[in-house]
C-alpha cells in the first residue's frame, strides 16, 4: 500500500469523485452547510382559468428525443434509474439512455464535446479546473448530499479498536493510519473538516490510498485503523465484523453537496422545453426513492429496479445499508461548493476559484418545481 505523507498536493487534480455511492441531498440555493433551509420555488398559479382550446403541440414534444446521461452507475442516480423504468421519460417525450463511466470526472469532457447531454457526477477539482479553462457546462440541479440520517459514506473503525474505546471522538484519529480512496475526493474535505473542528489537521494522520473493496481488507489484516467508505461496503465490513460503523459523513460535514445535474450548453439552446421536462421526470424518479427509503412505500419495487440498473445485486444489502439521501426537490448547496473551492485552491488541486454564476443555473429545475410543487409523502 502507497502511503501518502503531510502533503497531498502531489496526487494531482484528477483524483477519483465518488465511485459508488456517497450521500444524500442539500439544501437549495445559497443555504448553509449545516441547515437546510426551504427551496425556493416560483409559485403556482392559483384559479387559473381552463384554456378553451388546446394549444398545438411542438414538434419537440411530439417527437421523442433521445439524450445520453454519463453517470457512474450507484444509488445516487437511483432517480434517474426509476425515472426510465416507470416510463417518467417517456411520458415527457424523451429517449433517455444512460452512458456509464468509471469515476464522475471523465464524465466532464464527453459532457463538454456534446457526446452526452447529461451528467449525474460527483462534484471535483476536476470539474472546477475544467470550467476555470473554459468548458462551459451548468449545473442545473442537485442530486445528493450529506443529509443528516442518510449518509450512505462513513468511517468505519476497525473492530478491535472499537471494543476498546480506543477511538471514540475526532482527537482520537491522532497518529492513527486510515484509508482514503484518493486525497481529491469528498471523503478527504469531509474528513479534513472534521479534523479542523478538532484543532487538527490533514498531517495528524497517516493516509493511505486505497480502493474502497481494499479498505475492508485492510481492515480485517489490521492494516488500517479507519476506513472512509461508502456503501455497500460499510455494510459489508460491519456484516463481516471487521469494522463498526464510527460516523457517518453527516456528522463531519453536514448538507455537503456531493453530486449534481450537469447539462452540455448545446442541449439547454436548442431544447430549453426539453431540458424543464428531463428535470420534470427525475424529481419524480427522485421522490419515488425517497419515498421507499424515508417511508416505506413501495420499497421492494424500487429495489428491484436498483438492483437491475447498480452494481448492488444481493436484495439484503439494501436492508442494511444507509440510503443515499437524494434530494427530491433537487436543492443544491452552493455554500458547500464554495467551501470545496477554497479546500482544493489551498492544496493547489485547483489555481483559482469560479464564479459559481457562470456554472449554476437553477431555472429549469425551479420550472420544474412549479409543475410537480414541492415533494409531499406519499400515503
Not at 471514540?168 to 486510515?178: I, M, N, S
Amino acid at each position: 500500500m502507497a502511503r501518502i505523507g503531510n502533503r497531498w498536493a502531489w496526487i494531482g487534480a484528477l483524483g477519483l469523485s465518488l465511485i459508488l455511492g456517497c450521500t444524500s441531498s442539500a439544501p437549495a440555493g445559497g443555504g448553509t452547510a449545516a441547515t437546510r433551509p426551504p427551496a425556493t420555488t416560483a409559485p403556482q398559479a392559483a384559479g387559473a382559468a381552463p384554456a378553451t382550446t388546446a394549444p398545438a403541440a411542438s414538434a419537440e414534444a411530439r417527437a421523442p428525443l433521445k439524450l445520453k446521461v454519463g453517470q457512474v452507475p450507484g444509488t445516487p442516480s437511483s432517480g434517474i434509474y426509476l425515472a426510465m423504468a416507470r416510463g417518467y421519460f417517456a411520458e415527457e417525450g424523451l429517449e433517455v439512455e444512460t452512458e456509464p463511466f468509471d469515476a464522475g470526472e471523465r464524465t466532464i469532457p464527453a459532457l463538454a464535446t456534446g457526446q452526452i447531454e447529461i451528467s449525474a457526477s460527483g462534484l471535483s477539482a476536476g470539474l472546477y479546473g475544467a470550467i476555470a479553462r473554459g468548458a462551459d457546462l451548468k449545473v442545473v440541479a442537485g442530486m445528493t448530499s450529506n443529509e443528516p440520517g442518510y449518509s450512505s459514506s462513513a468511517a468505519v473503525v476497525r473492530k478491535d479498536l472499537a471494543d476498546a474505546g480506543a477511538i471514540r471522538e475526532v482527537p482520537d484519529l491522532r497518529g492513527r493510519t486510515a484509508g482514503l480512496i484518493a486525497p481529491s475526493t469528498s471523503f478527504a474535505i469531509d474528513a479534513g473538516r472534521a479534523l479542523r473542528g478538532a484543532g487538527m489537521s490533514d498531517d495528524d494522520v497517516n493516509w493511505t490510498i486505497l480502493s474502497f473493496p481494499d479498505q475492508v481488507s485492510a481492515l480485517a489484516n489490521g492494516a488500517i485503523d479507519v476506513a472512509f467508505i461508502t456503501e455497500p461496503f460499510v455494510a459489508r465490513a460491519v456484516q463481516t465484523g471487521v469494522g463498526v460503523r464510527w460516523k457517518g459523513m453527516d456528522e463531519f460535514f453536514p448538507y455537503h453537496q456531493l453530486t449534481v445535474v450537469m447539462y452540455n450548453p448545446d442541449f439547454v439552446r436548442e431544447h430549453p422545453d426539453a431540458a424543464r421536462r428531463w428535470l420534470v421526470a427525475y424529481l419524480r424518479g427522485a421522490r419515488d426513492f425517497a419515498d421507499a427509503f424515508r417511508h416505506g412505500r413501495d420499497k421492494a419495487g424500487v429495489i428491484r429496479v436498483l438492483i437491475e440498473h447498480t452494481p448492488i445485486k444481493d436484495p439484503a444489502l439494501y436492508e442494511v445499508m444507509v440510503p443515499s439521501g437524494i434530494d427530491p426537490d433537487g436543492g443544491l448547496n452552493q455554500e458547500s461548493m464554495e467551501y470545496d473551492q477554497d479546500w482544493y485552491l489551498a492544496r493547489g488541486f485547483i489555481r483559482e476559484k469560479i464564479d459559481l454564476g457562470r456554472v449554476v443555473d437553477l431555472s429549469y429545475r425551479d420550472a420544474a418545481l412549479q409543475q410537480l410543487g414541492r415533494y409531499q409523502p406519499r400515503p
